[in-house]
């Protein structure tokens, strides 16, 4: 049984428009599309990992009618949830995808001020949750009133329970999840190009940032930069890989890092030798861009794609 | 014949005797319930041929039985029209919230309510609104629930269906509604007066000098106790015409079971409830706790136990009836300070009656002594009878648990006052204005 | 024969063990459901706590034993004893008795329970550990799908 928490999810709006302009009124016809659906990092990668096959916990905080139609359609899905419910309104995150123009507009919304109640509540829930799961995973933002120190808690309880951490945040986040120390950081470097105080893009700087993470984390194996999908570096503790898919025809980045993500820890709970992994997780980041929605809805298709996947080993 | 009786002790005499003690120990005990051992004591009397099967009919006073029976009926319609609550808090409301006023109030209420129902009955109606007020107004409700203790056994005193002593003696002789109410009536009138005065001194001060949200107490509202109307007003009118009935007793000779029972369903009847329902509220183990008890005094009586008793009672008073009075009075008193009145007060029925058949004098200042005694007795303690049970059990899950010491302490000396003056009455009325 | 598993509701929102009665009615507001599954620090079920449990436990005493209950609707004492147990905890008010099925059970016996019980929502066990809830509604709704 996995966990994924998700702090501060979303109801996703996904607009499929032919020709998107700004100052423009748009009326949707035949041929666009309109999506509503449970969002969030770790909601994501639930819904990407029980498409997968696996069986998934979903906790985090959540309000209002969004709150319950989010947990409603998950539960359609066959995920288990375990929300706290606050008071107020879960956010709605807008995308807007212009299939013509090829660009992808995205819009998150604030997210809701958590009481120091429910975030005692949370921990306190999440605490009897662990005794369930073999796996945690933390994705996305911290809603306000949390601060980082609860990174810290989680990971911590979890490895006293002997349960990994698998953590998808933003890279703000980075020098609080260096003292908790996961088993894998996957920062999410969208519009990010600063990692600990210092510019970071490109192979090299990855391979330098990944190497710093683990040096600094004890605990963790593994450091993945995902955000150039055309050259993925992970660092793990006994080598250093870029991992490059081969003819690539992106459709809809949307819901690419939460697929990468699922499928690495879909392939790492197989017991995959580490390139195995690293080539299952790309495939599944790749089936995602290579489809219209922002997540794997074709599991067959990954198979397919393995063969795609290029992985180098680096120094 | 009695000096037979009482030298002649048989086997049969003495297991009568061990059942008696048996069952009264596990009465007193609680180690069963009432009616499970008064049932099983007559059962084994049967089973060994102390008595026979006749005569255990016979020994069971269905008077007395078809009177609690009918009464029970008639009060199970009462309580849902809503009465009781709409003069208690009828009561409360004139009190302004005055917490001593409060006492005086609830004190009446709970005598005059028991005069006319079975004290359990009375406090389960009583406590709770206590409970209620002193929550509500934020006091200690402990004085006021003494207070009501002490008067559901003194209001339950004045008259015939107004306590389980009272109801077993009305049946078993040939004294009426209304001899109870001449006779019973005044001693408790002043006894309460008494009463009244003697908690005044105790707790005036105390009750007094708190204060005391009055507002609050007016958002009672005593129109909602009654849910319907039309209901209330017949049941008003039948009750009144069983209280008639009863008062009238001696014109017409119909027998108390009769006018209760008979009573009972005519309430049924005109206030169109459903019998299983009020049924059910009956107190079947109490009627059968009576009835076995019957038994287990008639084994006593067949095996001439009870003869013993009544001729040691004479040889010691000396065949003087004005000491017989007092013997019985404070006897009754005593014994009912820690036993249940009534296995007391059904052993002491038969043991006066026999007195009646030996001696030629008036027996009934016995009656009268065996009345008052049983009854005010039972103040002494908290388990001194029934409705004094219920509600010092009542209190212990609640933030003013009653103490056996602490009720000890004002019941026993106000119990001492009262049989005082109750000795005094007796005394006066029947052997110095009386002979 | 239908199974409860087919039915479940996958959530498996609880209070624990600790938690304190005012948590618990807020998370009965915000869950918007009428009873709530308490478990343990290690996640295993204890039982149930439902808005009755509560209530029960606010209405004071004496005013249970007041033949004709409607005569205080102007008091709010209810309120103000409720008051005074909202930092009690959750194990205080639960009910450990509080049946509940397992996902092979079928939906006839869940049905069964909650007619004999007039609950409207059972526990789902495996284990010891709570994996989901069936409702009355989903089990009605049988009849018209």
Redesign the interface.
């Known amino acids: 049984m996995i966990l994924t928490v998700t702090l501060n999810p979303a109801i996703d709006k996904i607009l499929y428009l032919k020709d998107f302009h700004l100052h423009k009124l748009h009326r949707l016809e035949d041929g666009d599309m309109s999506l509503i659906s449970p969002g969030g990092k770790g909601v994501n990668i639930a819904l990407n990992l029980k498409r997968l096959g696996n069986e998934v916990i979903t906790s985090g905080f959540v309000s209002g009618n969004a709150g319950h139609m989010l947990c409603d359609a998950l539960q359609q899905e066959g995920i288990t949830t375990s929300f706290i419910f606050t008071p107020g309104f879960t956010r709605t995150n807008l995308a807007i995808l212009d299939r013509n123009n090829e660009t992808l507009t995205e819009i998150n919304d604030f997210g809701e001020h958590i009481g120091q109640d429910d975030i005692d509540f949370f921990l306190e829930h999440f605490e009897t949750l662990l005794n369930r799961i073999d796996l945690l995973i933390f994705a996305g933002s911290l809603p306000f009133g949390v601060n980082e120190e609860i990174l810290k808690a989680m990971v911590e309880m979890a490895r006293t329970k002997s349960i990994k951490t698998m953590v998808h945040a933003l890279p703000k986040y980075t020098q609080s999840l260096l003292e908790a120390s996961p088993f894998l950081i996957v920062p999410d470097m969208r519009s990010h190009y600063k990692l600990l105080g210092n510019p970071v893009d490109g192979i090299d700087q990855y391979l330098e940032t990944g190497k710093k993470i683990l040096e600094q984390s004890p605990f963790t194996e593994w450091a993945i930069f995902i955000n150039r999908i055309e050259n993925v570096v992970a660092v793990s503790r006994h080598q250093s890989y870029v991992i490059r898919p081969k003819n690539l025809k992106i459709v809809n980045m949307l819901g690419y890092g939460d697929a990468y993500f699922a499928g690495f820890v879909h392939a790492y709970l197989q017991n995959w030798p580490e390139i195995t992994i690293l080539q299952y997780a790309s495939a599944c980041g790749l089936t995602n861009v290579e489809d219209l929605y922002k997540e794997i809805r074709d599991a067959q298709a990954i198979e397919n794609n393995l063969y795609r996947i290029e992985v180098e080993e680096v120094g | 014949m009695v000096a037979l009786a009482s030298n002649i002790f048989t086997f049969q005499t003495y297991f009568a005797l061990a059942i008696f003690v048996l069952a009264f120990s596990f009465i007193i005990s609680e180690k069963l319930p009432n009616a499970v051992a008064a049932m099983m004591g007559g059962f084994l009397l049967l089973a060994f041929h102390i008595i026979d099967q006749e005569d255990a009919v016979e020994y069971i006073d269905f008077d007395t039985i078809g009177l609690l029976c009918g009464m029970m009926i008639t009060v199970a319609v009462l ?2 029209s ?1 009465l009781f ?1 709409y003069i208690a ?1 009828k009561g409360v409301k004139i009190t302004k919230g005055n917490p001593w006023k409060i006492l005086v109030v609830l004190s009446i209420v709970t005598g005059v309510l028991s005069a006319f129902l079975d004290n359990v009955t009375t406090v ?2 009583i ?6 007020v002193a ?2 107004i934020k006091i200690n409700p402990t004085p006021i629930l003494f207070s009501e203790i002490l008067f559901s056994n003194i209001g339950g005193a004045a008259t015939l269906i107004g306590d389980p002593p009272n109801i077993m003696i009305g049946g078993a002789t040939h004294l009426q509604f209304m001899d109870f109410i001449i006779v019973n009536g005044p001693v408790i009138l002043i006894v309460s007066v008494v009463t009244i005065f003697i908690l005044r001194l105790i707790y005036y001060k105390k009750l007094t000098s708190i204060q005391v949200d009055t507002a ?1 107490l007016m ?4 129109k ?2 009654i ?1 319907d109307k039309t209901m209330f007003i017949q049941s008003m009118v039948v009750f009144t015409l069983i209280i008639v009935a009863f008062v009238t007793q001696h014109v017409h000779q119909v027998s108390l079971a009769s006018i209760a029972l008979g009573g009972g369903f005519l309430m049924i009847m005109v206030t169109r409830q459903h019998p299983e329902e009020i049924l059910k509220e009956v107190e079947w183990p109490t009627l059968f706790f009576f009835a076995g008890l019957f038994v287990i005094i008639g084994g006593l009586e067949k095996t001439g136990v009870i003869s013993m008793v009544a001729d040691k009672m004479i040889s010691a008073t000396n065949n003087q009836m004005g000491l017989a009075t007092q013997l019985v009075l404070w006897v009754s008193a005593m014994c009912t300070v820690f036993i249940n009145s009534i296995p007391y007060t059904a052993t002491m029925i038969s043991v006066i009656k026999d007195i009646g058949e030996i001696t030629t004098g008036n027996i009934d200042p016995l009656w009268w002594a065996l009345s008052l005694g049983a009854c005010l007795g039972g103040n002494a303690s908290t388990i001194g009878a029934a409705a004094n049970i219920i509600v010092a059990g ?1 209190t212990q ?2 933030a003013w648990p009653i103490k056996f010491g602490q009720y000890f302490k004002v019941g026993f000396p106000l119990m001492l006052v009262s049989v005082i003056i109750v000795s005094v009455y007796l005394h006066l009325v029947f052997f110095f204005w009386g002979s | 024969m239908k199974l409860v598993r087919d039915f479940i509701i996958k959530d498996i929102s609880s209070v624990t063990e600790n938690s304190p009665v005012r948590r618990v009615i807020k998370n009965m507001r915000l869950h918007r459901v009428s009873i709530m599954p308490v478990v343990n620090k290690l996640g295993e079920y204890i039982g149930c706590i439902s808005e009755e449990d509560i209530l029960e436990a606010a209405v004071p005493d004496y005013m249970k034993k007041i033949y004709n209950t409607s005569f205080m609707a102007n008091i709010d004492q209810i309120i103000a004893h409720l008051t005074q147990i909202l930092d009690d905890k959750a194990i205080a008010l639960t009910d450990v008795n509080y049946p509940y099925v397992t996902p092979d059970d079928s939906l006839e016996y869940a049905a069964d329970i909650l007619y004999r019980t007039k609950g409207n929502m059972l526990p789902v066990l495996e284990s010891k550990k709570l994996v989901g809830l069936i409702t009355l509604i989903q089990i009605l709704s049988v009849s018209i799908e």
């Open positions: 309580r849902k809503g609550e808090i389960l109606i406590v709770p609104l206590t409970f209620a929550d509500t609050r958002a009672f509202d005593e909602r106790t849910p009542f899950k609640t």
